[in-house]
């Protein structure tokens, strides 16, 4: 039997609840140092994303249904692997959904393989193939509603056909970007939020179930749920004290147009259904740290990491970012860049962008008029234009704080999407393996793009200098120096620019990427903007449509 936390659903506020923790396994050190490398990420991501959902709650059952996964998320510090929650601590995608959805009264298989029979199918949703590329989009996301189940294939064993795999619950649209909270073992307590269905999510869906009712999604139906799971044994001890849900979140009385008092429901006793044990899916005995998808973790199988960034996905949550490769390793300066509005970067070029879905998991304001801090901007022109193709897509909050300096992480990501390099296994550096942009940087490498400041070094999280972006941009639109400039005097401060990057600013400046500032200068060492990095990427991609 399970323990569960008592019932505060008297108080309205939040209350930090001191439990009596189970103590937790042997392995629990490397659950907890999983939980420090990834709890950043989930901070500049998952949570950004969760915070925004809350902020519009509405008391209907099914917002107050999702937002208890988000609790699990925040609280429940899970472990990926298939045993069942209560008991062992340990989670699984089927699980995970049949926990959420029983805390709410409702009896859900925790096997995956018979999601097919949860509920009714909601037609009109499905995932297609882009024209014209590898990648899938979600579409008839306008059918969906919070609380829906997501389903997703996965190879038999021994090869013969496929099976449910995989479940996830649906949020919704937050920030107008559809999203799903599902087990993820790189997340610290084993749950997170997707928003990227371009790859292994896109190709491997399946269909989307329904539980709930419509009266489920507005706040006149009355509905009480009962206390979130506390496992009797942890594998990965409470880094923080467990927070109860806000007495919102446990109930709603329809008559009374507020939140319930009465007792909430106590009705997850820990049983499964008879079928889970025996059905060979996600309750096989078997734990450990692996996935549905025969550790594919739901991710994309197709080479391309579809991790979200944690801008993560995610500071920024465009994924930009950059270094430089031009056979010396980088130089950092740390002259900051003053945004001069006559810069190079206030012209406009003609771009005709592609649109390729570049969304790197975290939530994104796809409209132009999302963004108000563009609005009047110097670079407003090429910020929407690299928004409406979708290579870039914004903060959470819906801003892209153009005069705030990119990072070589951010640049290097938004590089390899605009020119859509292909997922490749390059160098990992001893500061970019656990990074957000671990993925988008190996690729960089590979394609010979950036090469860091040593063997070991990259600085991700180091602001990228003006002349570190224009070998970058060159070497990712493939752009080759002339040869050896001997005197370049074009700008008035020439001679600041680093040996390895004279040829490339020069060649830069003479296809007319960069002019400098209106005083003449270039400003090498100076810190790149987010509205300058833009601006130089609009300008090529404009040049490489019209060539």
């Given amino acids: 039997m399970f323990k569960r936390l008592v019932s505060l659903g008297l108080l309205v506020f939040t209350i930090v609840f001191w439990v009596n923790v189970p103590v937790a396994s042997a392995a629990s050190s490397d659950y907890v140092q999983n939980y420090k490398e990834n709890y950043p990420a989930y901070l500049k991501f998952d949570k950004v994303i969760a915070d925004a959902f809350l902020a519009d709650y509405n008391n209907s059952e099914a917002q107050a249904l999702v937002a208890r996964a988000i609790w699990y998320m925040e609280n429940g510090y899970m472990v990926y692997g298939h045993s069942k929650y209560w008991d062992t601590g340990y989670i699984d995608c089927s699980n995970f959904v049949s926990v959420v959805y029983k805390d709410f009264g409702y009896e859900i298989t925790s096997a995956s393989k018979n999601y097919n029979q949860v509920g009714e199918k909601v037609e009109g949703v499905y995932c297609r193939k882009i024209s014209g590329s590898t990648k899938y989009e979600l579409v008839g996301t306008e059918n969906l509603r919070p609380g829906d189940i997501f389903t997703y294939w996965a190879e038999d064993s021994d090869g013969s056909g496929t099976h449910i795999g995989h479940v996830a619950l649906y949020v919704g649209e937050v920030n107008g970007v559809p999203a799903i909270i599902q087990t993820n073992s790189d997340r610290p ?26 009266a489920s999604q507005v ?48 009705n997850n006793d820990g049983a499964t259904d008879a079928s889970d044990d025996a059905s060979g899916g996600e309750n096989s005995g078997t734990i450990g740290n692996t996935d549905e998808t025969g550790g594919s973790s739901g991710e994309e199988t197709s080479g391309s990491n579809e991790q979200a960034p944690t801008e993560n996905n995610n500071d920024s949550t465009d994924g930009t970012g950059g270094g430089r490769s031009s056979g010396t390793t980088d130089q950092v300066a740390n002259e900051s860049n003053s ?8 012209s406009s070029a003609s771009n005709n962008i592609t649109n390729d879905s570049t969304t790197t998991g975290q939530t994104d304001s796809s409209s132009p008029e999302a963004a108000s801090d563009i609005a009047g901007h110097w670079a407003e022109q090429s910020f929407n234009q ?10 959470p909050d819906g801003t892209f704080r153009p005069d705030t300096t990119i990072t070589r ?60 972006m224009v070998v970058m941009i060159l070497k990712a639109c493939q752009i080759e120096p002339l040869g050896q400039v001997e005197s370049n005097t074009e700008f008035e401060d020439s001679s600041q620019i680093s040996d390895w990057a004279n040829d490339d600013v020069f060649i830069a400046n003479q296809e007319k990427l960069i002019t400098g500032y209106a005083d003449g200068t270039f400003k090498p060492q100076a ?20 060539s």
Wanted: proline share 5%.
């Fill in 409 to 468: 992480a951010e640049f290097v990501t938004i590089l390899v999407k605009t020119f859509q390099l292909d997922p490749a296994t390059g160098k990992v550096f001893d500061d970019t393996g656990s990074h957000w942009a671990s993925a988008e940087i190996a690729t960089a490498q590979a394609h010979s793009i950036i090469e860091g400041f040593s063997d070991t070094s990259f600085g991700p999280d180091d602001p990228v200098t003006r002349e570190q």
């Fill in 189 to 214: 307590t084993a749950i997170g939020i997707r928003t990227d269905f371009r790859y292994w999510y896109g190709e491997h869906f399946i269909e989307a179930r329904r539980v709930l009712d419509d």
């Fill in 386 to 395: 690299l928004i409406q193709a979708q290579y870039i897509s914004g903060y």
């Fill in 339 to 346: 945004t001069d509005s006559s810069s190079e970067e206030n």
């Fill in 527 to 546: 810190e790149t903007t987010r509205a300058e990095a833009v601006t130089v990427i609009a300008r090529v991609v404009g040049q490489q449509a019209n």
């Fill in 219 to 266: 706040p006149g139906k009355k509905w009480t749920a009962s206390s979130p799971v506390i496992p009797a044994e942890y594998q990965l001890s409470p880094q923080k004290s467990v927070v109860m849900p806000e007495a919102k979140f446990m109930s709603y009385n329809a008559d009374n147009n507020e939140t319930d008092t009465t007792a909430p429901i106590e």
